[in-house]
């Protein structure tokens, strides 16, 4: 199986900064694209940045672009949120996600979640 491992997450006052960290781990053959999502309390789950793994393409939420920066390591099976600017909005727990395809014939990937990392700001 897969499993994802997540850290970085705190308090952080208006205006500070954090980095999150995901590294998948397990039986991965290769990967699509990994990406950050986050749920607010009350609210849905919400795409907030993704990197494909080939190409490194990526795509935000309008709500940080600016702020937020994804990045990836290939070779770690990793990938990163720094967030810059950090407003109480801001407040959820994040949780990373991950596309794979698990065997080296797969046609289709599996998705696999993080267990979540609260992120909150606030002075």
């Known amino acids: 199986q897969v499993q994802l491992l997540e850290s970085g997450g705190g308090l952080v006052q208006p205006g500070g900064s954090l980095r999150l960290s995901c590294a998948a781990s397990?039986?991965?053959?290769?990967?699509?694209?990994m990406g950050w999502y986050r749920q607010a309390a009350g609210k849905e789950r919400e795409l907030v940045a993704s990197?494909?793994?080939?190409?490194?393409?990526?795509k935000y939420a309008d709500s940080v672009k600016g702020r937020f920066t994804i990045s990836r390591d290939n070779a770690k099976n990793a990938v990163y949120l720094q967030m810059n600017s950090l407003k109480p909005e801001d407040t959820a727990v994040y949780y990373c996600?991950?596309?794979?395809?698990?065997?080296?014939?797969?046609?289709?990937?599996?998705?696999?979640w993080g267990q979540g990392t609260q992120v909150t700001v606030s002075s």
């Open positions: 996600n991950a596309q794979i395809f698990t065997k080296w014939y797969s046609t289709t990937y599996n998705e696999y």
């Open positions: 990197i494909v793994t080939s190409g490194g393409r990526s």
């Open positions: 397990g039986s991965i053959f290769s990967m699509n694209a």
